[in-house]
T-cell receptor, first 112, second 118 residues
Framework: GQQLNQSPQSMFIQEGEDVSMNCTSS?????WLWYKQDPGEGPVLLIA?????ELTSNGRLTAQFGITRKDSFLNISASIPSDVGIYFCAGQRETSGSRLTFGEGTQLTVNP | DSGVTQTPKHLITATGQRVTLRCSPRSGDLSVYWYQQSLDQGLQFLIQYYNGEERAKGNILERFSAQQFPDLHSELNLSSLELGDSALYFCASSVAAHFVVGSQETQYFGPGTRLLVL
């Protein structure tokens, strides 16, 4: 099925560094969501974006809804070891009802 | 804790068998979604129910079926299981039936059921 193009696939960083990941699509999305998944657990919602251009923060996390409505990015500042996990972007399109289309995920490793 | 519960946590079965996965949505949510997460396909939408009625279908095999009961819990039935059906199955819930532009709609995921078909 269709997926969003998420990059990078994986990142290895040192504790304290900033991280940036993004998702792009050839289609317009009306909602962008960012989730984090720990091993063996379900995706946990981090940030939800509803308007083009919207910039939203949740603690050290900041995400933006691209102006073209075809992309979104997530930044994590001053990373800590518990930031380790897989980060997924997900989008909702008006033409696809409420189903979510997911990116392939970014595996983040933080070295203490 | 998202408020979405799923049972069982783990399931090991043999090819050809049939299993049932159960999901209870967050209190107040009427929509239930099922997703499959496998290594090669990522997270894929399977099916959505809203207040007991099927609302949308995604990449769901004919061997799979689902239903939502009057108390809003949902069950995903997987039959004639194959090795390739081994995956994580997630349930998510939301308030609304469908996406509305401008709505602050989100989906909350349960902890998942890990299915292993041997």
């Amino acid at each position: 099925g269709q997926q969003l193009n998420q990059s990078p696939q994986s990142m290895f960083i040192q504790e304290g560094e900033d991280v940036s990941m993004n998702c792009t699509s050839s289609s317009i999305f009306n909602t962008w969501l960012w989730y984090k998944q720990d091993p063996g657990e379900g995706p946990v919602l981090l940030i939800a974006l509803y308007k083009a251009g919207e910039l939203t923060s949740n603690g050290r996390l900041t995400a933006q809804f691209g102006i073209t409505r075809k992309d979104s990015f997530l930044n994590i500042s001053a990373s800590i070891p518990s930031d380790v996990g897989i980060y997924f972007c997900a989008g909702q399109r008006e033409t696809s009802g409420s189903r979510l289309t997911f990116g392939e995920g970014t595996q983040l490793t933080v070295n203490p | 804790d998202s408020g979405v519960t799923q049972t069982p946590k783990h399931l090991i079965t043999a090819t050809g068998q049939r299993v049932t996965l159960r999901c209870s949505p967050r209190s107040g949510d009427l929509s239930v979604y099922w997703y499959q997460q496998s290594l090669d396909q990522g997270l894929q939408f399977l099916i959505q129910y809203y207040n007991g009625e099927e609302r949308a279908k995604g990449n769901i095999l004919e061997r799979f079926s689902a239903q939502q009961f009057p108390d809003l819990h949902s069950e995903l039935n997987l039959s004639s299981l194959e090795l390739g059906d081994s995956a994580l199955y997630f349930c998510a819930s939301s308030v609304a039936a469908h996406f509305v532009v401008g709505s602050q709609e989100t989906q909350y995921f349960g902890p998942g059921t890990r299915l292993l078909v041997l």
